[in-house]
């Protein structure tokens, strides 16, 4: 039996080394067609905390930590971005239609309430984006404002999602 397990460790060893050479696609394009900036007021100090509480899985540029050059790591990583960004993306905000941005608005005021973003998984390793009580009242003030803008430029029943 200690014959076989050795052969299977040098075999999942093998297989480590190799898939070192297999990358993800990395996430920093930084192209913003529809950033949030251009619509809406984001105050300076409500931009120092999204960036880097929100923007690494939120945005078209993530800040990659050392690890993520590691496999299978990188692979988790990748896709944990891709699903963020699919969920909300920051540099492509306002390429949606009205309706998903005044949702949107409402699920980051609702995520941030619950503290269940940033995710805790994340904090971990990016202390930068451990969010205090001022803060979160920071982003959930900010998120309520955009939303009061969108009231008063459009009609309240532009501003329900429905579900296609």
């Not at 984001?42 to 931009?47: K, N």
């Not at 949702?103 to 904090?123: A, D, F, N, R």
Request: aromatic share 10%.
């Amino acid at each position: 039996m200690y014959k076989y397990g050795k052969k299977i460790l040098w075999g999942l060893l093998g297989v480590l080394v190799i898939i070192q050479f297999i990358h993800p696609e990395r996430n920093e394009s930084g192209s913003a067609p529809g950033d949030i900036t251009g619509k809406y007021t984001v105050p300076g100090e409500v931009m120092a905390v999204l960036k880097p509480a929100c923007y690494d899985c939120h945005s078209n540029l993530t800040r990659y930590p050392w690890y993520a050059n590691i496999q299978p790591v990188a692979w988790w990583l990748a896709a944990h971005v891709n699903d963020g960004k699919r969920h909300l993306n920051f540099h492509e905000f306002t390429t949606r239609r009205v309706a998903v941005q005044n949702h949107k608005l409402e699920e980051i005021i609702e995520m941030v309430k619950e503290e269940e973003m940033p995710l805790g998984s994340y904090t971990w390793t990016h202390a930068d984006a451990r969010l205090s009580d001022a803060q979160r009242e920071l982003i959930v003030n900010w998120a309520k404002s955009a939303m009061d803008s969108l009231k008063a430029q459009y009609p309240a029943d532009s501003l329900v999602l429905r579900r296609k």
